[in-house]
């Protein structure tokens, strides 16, 4: 096929090492020889004063322009709102690099664009790109770009995030984030609040366990000491002794034997 490009001239590249050698004049005689053998008739560019033109490109291609091969402006006509805005992710995206776009082109706004996965704890900053419309790109650092996407817009009205506006790399596919001001802006989302369920849920469960065990120990107490007054009762009823004429009195009252004394002997 023609209409490809090689990516790319300068030889300080990190993927392919360029088509130059090091002092930026001289081509890489052995990669191009290759080149040749996998496209025989290549498009060619040539420089004409302030000029760029490319040949041959074949019938079914178009003139290159400053932007991805995916076309940012090729959607739907639908507009975003006030307080959303239209994100596309870059049809190259994978787990190494990742990108979206503004197919609306209503960005100028916006001051940066930070992103978050499964693999990311911390907010990722994107490096604006000028493909189309405008775009933003992140770097995986080390952690495979993986599971829902999160993204943090930041605008002179202030800072404004959305959570789960992906499922996971799928190159073309569009939503809608928030833009400061709108109805739904947080800082956090629902599993990194302040206050997790989780505590809330430990707190009001260690607050019944506190309040049961309270009720219980009282009703233990109350039940003890109606137990010791009956019982105080009952020794009292049972240290009276009967006296001649019906009369009861104590034994040992005070430390004295106050029982009869038998007078027969």
Same mark, same amino acid.
């Given at each position: 096929q023609r209409n490809h490009f090689f990516w790319c001239l300068n030889p300080n590249s990190g993927d392919t090492g360029g088509l130059l050698q090091d002092d930026w004049t001289t081509p890489e005689s052995s990669k191009l020889a290759l080149l040749a053998e996998l496209q025989p008739s290549p498009s060619t560019v040539e420089v004409s004063s302030s000029k760029i033109c490319v040949d041959g490109l074949g019938e079914s291609a178009t003139a290159p322009a400053t932007q991805p091969a995916d076309d940012p402006s090729e959607d739907d006509d639908t507009s975003s709102s006030s307080s959303t805005i239209k994100i596309k992710q870059n049809s190259n995206v994978n787990v190494y690099w990742y990108a979206i776009e503004f197919p609306n082109g209503d960005n100028s706004a916006i001051k940066g664009v930070e992103f978050r996965d499964s693999n990311h704890g911390d907010w990722q900053s994107g490096d604006f790109q000028s493909w189309g419309t405008g775009a933003?790109?992140? #770097?995986? =650092?080390?952690?495979?770009?993986?599971?829902?996407?999160?993204?943090?817009v930041t605008t002179s009205d202030g800072t404004?995030? $959305?959570?789960?506006?992906?499922?996971?790399?799928?190159?073309?596919?569009?939503?809608?984030? =928030?833009?400061?001001?709108?109805?739904? @802006?947080? #800082? #956090?989302?629902? =599993? @990194?609040?302040?206050?997790?369920?989780a505590a809330i849920i430990a707190v009001v469960l260690l607050v019944g366990i506190m309040i049961g065990v309270g009720a219980y120990c009282l009703i233990k107490r109350r039940k003890? +000491?109606?137990?010791?007054?009956?019982?105080? +009762?009952?020794?009292?009823?049972?240290?009276?002794?009967?006296? #001649?004429?019906?009369?009861? $009195?104590?034994?040992? @009252?005070?430390?004295?034997?106050?029982?009869?004394?038998?007078? $027969?002997?």
């Open positions: 933003y790109s992140f #770097e995986a =650092n080390g952690a495979q770009f993986s599971g829902s996407q999160h993204f943090r404004a995030t $959305t959570w789960n506006v992906f499922d996971g790399l799928s190159g073309g596919s569009a939503a809608y984030i =928030n833009l400061p001001g709108s109805s739904y @802006t947080e #800082e #956090e989302g629902d =599993n @990194t609040s302040s206050f997790p369920i003890q +000491k109606s137990a010791v007054s009956f019982d105080n +009762k009952d020794t009292e009823d049972s240290d009276a002794q009967p006296m #001649e004429g019906g009369a009861t $009195t104590k034994s040992d @009252t005070a430390g004295y034997d106050m029982s009869p004394i038998d007078t $027969t002997v």
